[in-house]
């Protein structure tokens, strides 16, 4: 069965802090892997990675993908409090666009 | 432009009633996904519409049914309500099917469900 786990289920950190965030995955016929942001209701999207060990950057964030281990990480570095939100990863795999979420992980950053 | 938009914004039912939730992609995209989320966990897959047609289905029983329409608009029905029906149901578009650089779906707000 196609499984994708996040780790930490939630973390706090401070104002200015790094914090990396954890993916893994064992998902057949791997298509590519996502992360978004869900601050109230709707996930938000951040990054998608089909390559293994190129990074995506998108101001303080960044992600890359490690198809060796299974894995993605998402590191988020001079963390502000609009950062908390849970952060959701995914895999698309197969030839229909189901998207496989792991549980997400919880962020709080205090000032 | 516009993004996902889904209808309506919350909804209170009681067991065994039926539900409608809708849901209008952005502009351009023929895909519409929907998803169950409960708190506390990730999003569920439930069905994958493209082109009118349903391309995927989740673990989901027959009491779930989705269809797509020429505009590319869904709808989501869910019939003979459960408690355990109550979550946050999620829409999602894209302009393809998936695959190819086209996996990035776009979430609408959602539709809070709460069977009582």
């Known amino acids: 069965e196609d499984k994708v786990v996040q780790s930490p289920l939630s973390l706090v950190v401070h104002e200015g802090d790094t914090v990396t965030l954890n993916c893994s995955y064992e998902?057949?016929?791997?298509?590519?892997l996502l992360w978004y942001k869900q601050e109230k209701k709707a996930p938000t999207f951040l990054f998608m990675l089909t390559s293994s060990g190129i990074e995506k950057k998108s101001g303080r964030l960044s992600s890359i993908l490690d198809k060796k281990e299974l894995s993605s990480i998402l590191n988020i570095t001079a963390t502000q409090t609009g950062d908390s939100a849970i952060y959701l990863c995914a895999c698309a795999s197969g030839n229909t666009g189901k998207l496989i979420f792991g549980q997400g992980t919880t962020l709080q950053v205090k000032p | 432009d516009a993004g996902v938009t889904q209808s309506p914004t919350h909804l209170i039912k009681t067991r065994g009633q039926h539900v409608t939730l809708r849901c209008s992609p952005i502009s351009g995209h023929k895909s519409v996904s929907w998803y169950q989320q409960v708190l506390g966990q990730g999003p569920q897959f439930i069905f994958q519409?493209?082109?009118?047609?349903?391309?995927g289905r989740g673990n989901f029983p027959d009491r779930f049914s989705a269809r797509q329409f020429p505009n590319y608009s869904s709808e989501l029905n869910v019939n003979a309500l459960l408690l355990g029906d109550s979550a946050l149901y999620l829409c999602?578009?894209?302009?393809?099917?998936?695959?190819?650089?086209?996996?990035?779906?776009?979430f609408g707000p959602g539709t809070r469900l709460t069977v009582l």
């Open positions: 519409y493209y082109e009118k047609e349903e391309r």
């Open positions: 999602a578009s894209s302009w393809a099917m998936g695959g190819e650089g086209t996996d990035t779906q776009y």
């Open positions: 998902v057949t016929n791997f298509r590519s």
